[in-house]
């Protein structure tokens, strides 16, 4: 795409990390080889219980192929807890199966402290991850029949476990909020604060190669204001600028965290929405529809999806433009406005938006924020030249 800014360097971020697929990878490869390892020394190395590394090959085996075959869990999720909750659990299972020795997963331990801080982002629920790990090793070794200086050395290696997560914690923590300024500065509209056309580029195309990747569905729904032009032309800039940071919140409420939302320019606005097929894109049109006309704005619409209606983001995002001009329509008009009026007497008559899809959570809609009433204006004139780009 030759209009498309060249990407920046990604900021520091815990939820990139987690979901980065290279170090899934390279996690699911590091269980195969710990696997392939212990049958080696299973024929190799005597005193050591067969049953016991059998089992403890099983295990990595079993770990190695949930990582190659799926895809990484992103942060708050249950598969995150339990992604962690095997890796700790592994290790001190090892403690066990290479009895009375068990000091090949004393090398283990020490990661088990940084990798819990990579991969959450609440303290308490590392606190919670780290004292479960360092309880599970400490009862194993206390009762699985190791030596002393096994013991010895895993209480050293708690203890460094313990402050390597610290540090990596303040690291992080330190990192990601620098990255979130720099996010504010380069992928965020100040306008409005929600994302910009930078953000839409990169975000849509990783979004579509990890759906073609999983053969899946993505939407994308391109909408602007009708009559946003006439009140720049008779109220002035600062009142469309307010216009604007209502139509972004309630854009906000009516969409949820994992859509990507943003602002291209004047009163252009783009959603992203992962893992949603056409006909929950028409729903989620129907949220948006009945969330504006709470702030009294009728809006044209647009919706295109991958890989229905294109397999590259520039022209996905071109066709849900074009569709977005279709609607702008004299007779596209009045069947937007009607299915507009709809949403409204829904959302009057307390039934409310219909969920945006059927899979993804149900967007928590908050009660709308106070605003000034909005101005009546007149719609755009159709052969009118284009909108205010500004």
Known sequence: MADVPAPLIRHVSRRELAQ??????????????FALITVGLIMLVGGLSPLRMQVMTVILALLAIAHLRNEPPAIGTVGNHLVLAAMWSVIGISFWAFQPGGGVAIGAMMFTGPL????????????AHLGAAVTFAALIVAFGGVDAATRLAVVLMTLASVVLCYCCVVVLEGAEAQGDELE???RRDPLTGIGNRRLLDERLADE???HDRM????SLITLDLNGFKAVNDLQGHLAGDELLRDVAEALVRATDGRDTLVRQGGDEFCIVLPETSPR???RACNAIRAELSTIGI????????????AIEPHVLLHVADERLRDSKRPHARRADDQASDAAASAATAGAGPSAPQEHRAPTEHRAPTEHPAPPQVAPDDPQRPGRLAG
């Open 208 to 210: 579509i190669r990890r």
């Open 215 to 218: 053969q899946r569905q993505l």
């Open 184 to 186: 504010r500065l380069v």
């Open 116 to 127: 819990i801080a990579v991969r959450l982002q609440d303290r308490r629920q590392i606190v």
């Open 280 to 282: 929950q894109a028409e």
């Open 20 to 33: 980065n697929r290279y170090v899934w990878l390279a996690t699911g490869g590091m269980y195969a080889v």
């Open 298 to 309: 009728k809006t044209g619409i647009g919706v295109a999806s991958f890989p229905d209606d």
